[in-house]
Every structure is written in C-alpha cells, then in structure tokens.
C-alpha cells in the first residue's frame, strides 16, 4: 500500500519567515495530494491540494509543487504570521479507490512573533 | 464549520466496554469515511462506506465495525476496548470517490480507562 513519509516533525520559524515542509510518497499511482491543517482541538482542514497533472499550484502565500519523477511534494507559507501555527499533514490518494487519504506524520509548525 | 458533525465530543470508558461513535456528513455527501488519530500511529484510515455500502477497509481491528444508514449518517463501533484504543476518531465527507475534497468533523476523542 502507500506510504508517506513528512518531514520536519516540528519546525520553528521567526514571523515572516518562510516555512518548507516536505513528503515523499510511494505508491506512482497515486494522483491526489492534499495539505491539511490542524489546530487544537479541530478536525483537519483543507488549505491546499494539487493533482499529478499539474507541478505547482498557489493560494495567496500557500504554495504546493509536485514532482512526479521523485515522487515527492512539498509546501510552502511565505511571509508566516503567528496563526499558521498549526499541525500540518500532507496526504496522497488515488482516484480509484475513492478519497481514501494515506497520512503523513504530520509537522508542527511554530511561528514565533 | 465543515459541516460534518460527530457526536459525542468525548467520551470516556472502561476497558472491556462497547460504544458507538456518529458521524453525520455533509448534505448531499454520499461517502464517508472513518479515521483514527493516535498519538503514535497517525490519521490512520479505518473504513469507507459509499451510499450505504462499504467501499474500502484499511487498518481496522476485527473488535471495531460500521455501518452507514439510509440517511446516509454513519456509526462506528468499537468494542471489548483496549487501553490502546484511546485516540481522536474523525469522520471525513465527500461529494463522490475520486479525488475530491474531504471534509473533516471535529472528531469523538475516545478515552479508555
């Protein structure tokens, strides 16, 4: 089956600083890789998502670029502000087996004012 | 709000014990889908029903089962619970399989005493 790995685990970065965070994947079928957000106490929320027919895709500073060859995504928050702290997970699926989401570990993101 | 509503927030139990856990999706949402969160394993993916019908099952013990009814809201049961069962439980909605945004609830956190 698939498998996803994510890294950092945490990462600390100063307010308006830039924030990497990096998957790789295993499965070359899967299609769909979306990024979710979570705070304390929520449930996971969608801040961005790109599919394998596309390398990059941005929404304001959240950005995602996918590199099919290395099987590996990464997202990017520019100009970080103190309510992106948050525990972010990147996903991989594939269309016919439905939306069901294969994790990564997940990062902790803090952003220090 | 995502519009996906779990009931309860909490609950707390002792070992041995059987509850139910609800998941009502999003209007007009026909699959759903149940993960589990835990300090050490992840968002693991459990099981998904479609319109009723079970679709996919991932890492999900024998001890734990669900179902989805024909108001498309969704149980899942967990029994003769372990210690180890204690984690977050999110149900996640779609309008259809594929890869399509998933929505999360705010999830049930289960602990087992």
């Known amino acids: 089956g698939e498998n996803v790995e994510q890294h950092p685990s945490t990462l600390s970065v100063q307010e308006g600083d830039s924030a990497v965070i990096k998957c790789t994947y295993s499965?070359?079928?899967?299609?769909?890789f979306p990024w979710y957000k979570q705070e304390l106490g929520k449930g996971p929320q969608l801040i961005i998502d790109?599919?394998?027919?596309?390398g990059e895709k941005k929404d304001q500073r959240i950005a995602v670029t996918l590199n099919k060859t290395a099987k590996h995504f990464s997202l990017h928050i520019t100009e970080t502000q103190p309510e992106d702290s948050a525990v972010y997970f990147c996903?991989?699926?594939?269309?016919?087996?439905?939306?069901?989401?294969?994790f990564g570990g997940g990062t902790r993101l803090m952003v220090k004012p | 709000d995502s519009g996906v509503t779990q009931t309860p927030k909490h609950l707390i139990t002792a070992t041995g014990q059987r509850v139910t856990l609800r998941c009502s999706p999003r209007s007009g949402d026909l699959s759903v889908y149940w993960y589990q969160q835990s300090l050490d394993q992840g968002l693991q993916f459990l099981i998904h029903y479609y319109n009723g019908e079970e679709r996919a099952k991932g890492n999900i013990l024998e001890r734990f089962s669900a179902q989805q009814f024909p108001d498309l809201h969704s149980e899942l049961n967990l029994s003769s619970l372990e210690l180890g069962d204690s984690a977050l439980y999110f149900c996640a909605s779609t309008s259809q399989g594929g890869d399509t945004e998933a929505f999360f609830g705010q999830g049930t956190r289960l602990t087992v005493v």
């Open positions: 790109i599919r394998s027919n596309v």
């Open positions: 996903a991989a699926s594939f269309g016919n087996a439905g939306n069901m989401l294969t």
């Open positions: 499965d070359s079928a899967s299609n769909y």
